[in-house]
């Protein structure tokens, strides 16, 4: 088992900058393909944000890419999402996941992938 709980998010200008952070405890982090998802109200969950076992490896929704930054710690268990230049339509309830993968440099981009989900952090951008 493995709990996730996010942090960081709140409410900003268009323009502004936020950093998610997520938390991992239980089982060994450095097992897991980390990944950041949002949803907003009547809409599927939509991948943000992955980054591979070892942190090399990483990919971003079309959407944010070149604004958003994913980054893990391994030692301190800790998966984050820098968000650049937010646009309103950024906001959403964005939630933190992961994925246990046996290839390293696996990337977690799907909700149907993910073993275990934090219990979500709103992010509200105004314009």
């Known amino acids: 088992q493995v709990q996730l709980v996010e942090s960081g998010g709140g409410l900003v200008q268009a323009g502004g900058s936020l950093r998610l952070s997520c938390a991992a405890s239980g089982r060994t982090f450095s097992a897991y393909a980390m990944g950041w998802f949002r949803q907003v109200p009547g809409k599927e969950r939509e991948f943000v944000a992955g980054i591979s076992r070892s942190g090399t490896d990483t990919d971003y929704a079309a959407s944010v890419k070149g604004r958003f930054t994913i980054s893990r710690d391994n030692a301190k268990n800790t998966v984050s999402l820098q968000m650049n230049n937010l646009k309103p339509e950024d906001t959403a309830v964005y939630y933190c996941?992961?994925?246990?993968?046996?290839?390293?440099?696996?990337?977690?981009?799907?909700?149907?992938?993910?073993?275990?989900w934090g219990q979500g952090t709103q992010v509200t951008v105004s314009s």
């Open positions: 996941a992961a994925d246990f993968a046996f290839n390293s440099r696996a990337l977690l981009t799907t909700a149907r992938q993910t073993d275990y």
